[in-house]
């Protein structure tokens, strides 16, 4: 996985993703007042989301644990200082750090999600809000998954996918509350980024499919409960 997101960080932010796009559109226009506001993107990657967050008057911090990507984001002059590399099972701040988190197109590729999700919750202070984002359990049933093409080959990326069922308990006994949950389509928003990389035959058939999940989490009050065992 590591080869493959050094390849990756090369092209990801010049390469148009209609998934990323949709998700934007959505969560965007949702952001909630976040001025002073101390800010965990967990998965950062080359710090798309975290530019965004940084605008909005956040106080951001980025966590990845691929060196590339956050070389990538590190050239950008809003995120100097503000990038972690850190395993997402053992994140490197005290507990109850930050006002609101968000996680995107990452919980399919840990492996060990409740270790990874109860340490994201114990970061988060009481109350405060977290959006996590996915692809969709049904668009992987359907053959779709996460990779790219490069000059060499077709790259995919592993995963472990869940139901959303297993991921919305998942999230509630590692004391996340389900405040709200999204599937969303695609649609002639992002029909242009599927006729720019030659896939405008297979646009109508995508719009058919849930392509993204959407949660939108509060963290209780609870106590978390103590770190599985993992191999």
Known sequence: MAQAYERWALTYDRSPNPLLAREERYLLPLLPRLQGQRVLDLACGTGRWLEKLHQAGARVVGVDSSVAMLDVARKKSALQGQLVRADCRKLPFRAAA????????????????EVAIRELARVLKPSSLLWISDLHPEAHKRGWRTGFRDQSCVWHIETWPRSVRKLVSTYAGCGLETVKQVSLYL?????????RANKAHVFESACTVPAIVVWQLRRTSNTVAPEPQFA
Not at 98 to 113: E, P, Q
Not at 187 to 195: A, C, G, K
């Open 187 to 195: 649609d002639r928003s992002e029909q242009p980024i599927f006729e």
């Open 98 to 113: 930050f006002d609101f988190a968000i996680c995107s197109f990452a919980v399919g590729h840990f492996r060990f999600l």
